[in-house]
């Protein structure tokens, strides 16, 4: 079946900091890959995806490419801050099916 | 607008108990989805349903575990004899459409069920 594998956590980082939080999956076909993010005391989030091989998603300076050939969808940030702790998740879902499957999450902590 | 809501926040049972956790979707939303969470994890798909009908069970990890939609709209989870084994907290989730990836899942902030 379908898997999702992070990079253990947790991950600190002093703020302005380099972040790449790893995912990799393992799945037939070509499913479409997300981060969601949970930030404390809230509800998981979207936070972006990508639905082809080559696609790129962004949002809020967060970049992930969605590579085939390493069946991977490495998370980044060039320059983090505070407000970014939280715990992060990688998931694949597939085409016409409600299921995704998800990582079991990465917590980064920013310190200022 | 209101996103989607889940009752009780918190429960507490004993072992053996029969439980519900109920799940409203943002209004509109055809779709509702039920994951389970349990510490330090990852969500694990429960249950999927597309209008009143559960359109993929295969995350039920038993008999005890039963889910239901009648009118489309709230969805109560219900969990029979309930196991320690149980403790997690459980996500809904709902969307404008089922399968389609390019309508975003929103999720609702979880009841954290503990089973003692």
């Known amino acids: 079946g379908d898997s999702v594998t992070q990079m253990e956590g947790p991950v600190t980082l002093s703020e302005e900091a380099f972040l790449t939080i790893n995912c990799t999956y393992t799945a037939t076909g070509y499913p479409s890959l997300f981060w969601y993010v949970q930030y404390p005391g809230e509800g998981l989030q979207l936070l972006l995806k990508a639905t082809k091989a080559d696609d790129k998603g962004s949002n809020k300076g967060f970049e992930a490419t969605y590579r085939k050939e390493t069946t991977s969808f490495h998370l980044e940030k060039g320059s983090v801050q505070v407000s970014d702790s939280a715990v992060y998740f990688c998931?694949?879902?597939?085409?016409?099916?409600?299921?995704?499957?998800f990582g079991d999450g990465t917590t980064l902590t920013v310190k200022p | 607008g209101a996103g989607v809501s889940q009752t009780p926040s918190n429960k507490v049972t004993e072992k053996g108990k029969y439980v519900e956790l109920r799940c409203d979707p943002i209004s509109g939303h055809t779709a509702l989805y039920w994951y389970r969470q349990s510490l330090g994890q990852g969500p694990e798909f429960l249950i999927y349903?597309?209008?009143?009908?559960?359109?993929?069970d295969s995350g039920l990890p038993n008999d005890r575990f039963f889910a239901v939609r009648p009118e489309g709209s709230v969805s109560t989870l219900k969990i029979q004899r309930t196991e320690r084994g149980d403790s997690a907290v459980y996500l809904c989730a709902s969307s404008t459409q089922g399968t389609s990836v390019y309508y975003e899942q929103y999720f609702g902030p979880g009841t954290r069920l503990t089973v003692t």
């Open positions: 349903f597309q209008g009143t009908g559960a359109a993929d």
């Open positions: 998931a694949l879902r597939h085409t016409n099916a409600g299921k995704s499957t």
